[in-house]
T-cell receptor, first 111, second 114 residues
Framework: TQLLEQSPQFLSIQEGENLTVYCNSS?????LQWYRQEPGEGPVLLVT?????EVKKLKRLTFQFGDARKDSSLHITAAQPGDTGLYLCAGLETSYDKVIFGPGTSLSVIP | DTEVTQTPKHLVMGMTNKKSLKCEQH?????MYWYKQKAKKPPELMFV???????INESVPSRFSPECPNSSLLNLHLHALQPEDSALYLC?????????????FGPGTRLTVL
C-alpha cells in the first residue's frame, strides 16, 4: 500500500510569515493534488502536479513536485488569516487506481 | 455549473432511524465518491461509482448503502447507525475514475448519531 506523509502536522504562524508544508512518500505517484479544507466544509482543489520537477504558482502559493515524483511541497509567502485551514495532499495510487490522502497539515495564521 | 451539492447540511438521527444523504453534480463527471471524515483527519474513502456502477466498496458496514440513480445523483442510505458513525460525510466527483483523479468535493453533511 502506498502511503503519503505530511509535515508538519500542525503549524501556527503570524500573519506575514512564510511557510512550507511537505508531502512525502516512498512510492511514485503519477500525479499529486493539493487541497485546502476549512472547518465544516469540503476540501477545495488548489492544484495538480504531474511532471517530475514541475513548479506551479497560484498567487502567493508555490507548489513543487519532486523530480522522482515521490514528494511535493507547498510554500506560502506572506501568509494571511484567510490561509488558515487543513492542507491535504492526495496522490493517485498507481497499483490500485484510487486516490489516497495524506494525514494533512493544520495551518493557523494569527492576525 | 461547477459545484457538487449535498443535502442535508446537518443531520441528527437515532440508532433506529433510516435516513438518506443526497449528492448532485451537473459537471458531466462519470465518477462519484462517498467519503467519511472525522475531525482533524483526512477523508476516508467509502464507495466509488463509475458510470453509475459500484467500482469500489472499502469494506463499509452494510448499515451504509449507496445508490447511484443516474450519472448526476448519488445517495447514501443510512440504517441502524452507531454513535461512532458520527462524522462529516463528503461526496465528490471527478471526470473519470482512474484516469482523472482531480476530485471536486461537496460541502458535506455533518451527521450526528445519538
Amino acid at each position: 500500500t502506498q502511503l503519503l506523509e505530511q509535515s508538519p502536522q500542525f503549524l501556527s504562524i503570524q500573519e506575514g510569515e512564510n511557510l512550507t508544508v511537505y508531502c512525502n512518500s516512498s512510492s511514485v505517484f503519477s500525479s499529486l493534488q493539493w487541497y485546502r479544507q476549512e472547518p465544516g466544509e469540503g476540501p477545495v482543489l488548489l492544484v495538480t502536479v504531474v511532471t517530475g520537477g514541475e513548479v506551479k504558482k497560484l498567487k502567493r502559493l508555490t507548489f513543487q513536485f519532486g523530480d522522482a515524483r515521490k514528494d511535493s511541497s507547498l510554500h506560502i509567502t506572506a501568509a494571511q488569516p484567510g490561509d488558515t485551514g487543513l492542507y491535504l495532499c492526495a496522490g493517485l495510487e498507481t497499483s490500485y487506481d484510487k486516490v489516497i490522502f495524506g494525514p494533512g497539515t493544520s495551518l493557523s495564521v494569527i492576525p | 455549473d461547477t459545484e457538487v451539492t449535498q443535502t442535508p447540511k446537518h443531520l441528527v438521527m437515532g440508532m433506529t432511524n433510516k435516513k438518506s444523504l443526497k449528492c448532485e453534480q451537473h459537471m458531466g463527471h462519470r465518477a462519484m465518491y462517498w467519503y467519511k471524515q472525522k475531525a482533524k483527519k483526512p477523508p476516508e474513502l467509502m464507495f466509488v461509482y463509475s458510470y453509475e456502477k459500484l467500482s469500489i466498496n472499502e469494506s463499509v458496514p452494510s448499515r451504509f448503502s449507496p445508490e447511484c440513480p443516474n450519472s448526476s445523483l448519488l445517495n447514501l442510505h443510512l440504517h441502524a447507525l452507531q454513535p461512532e458513525d458520527s462524522a462529516l460525510y463528503l461526496c465528490a466527483s471527478s471526470l473519470e475514475f482512474r484516469l482523472y483523479n482531480e476530485q471536486f468535493f461537496g460541502p458535506g453533511t455533518r451527521l450526528t448519531v445519538l
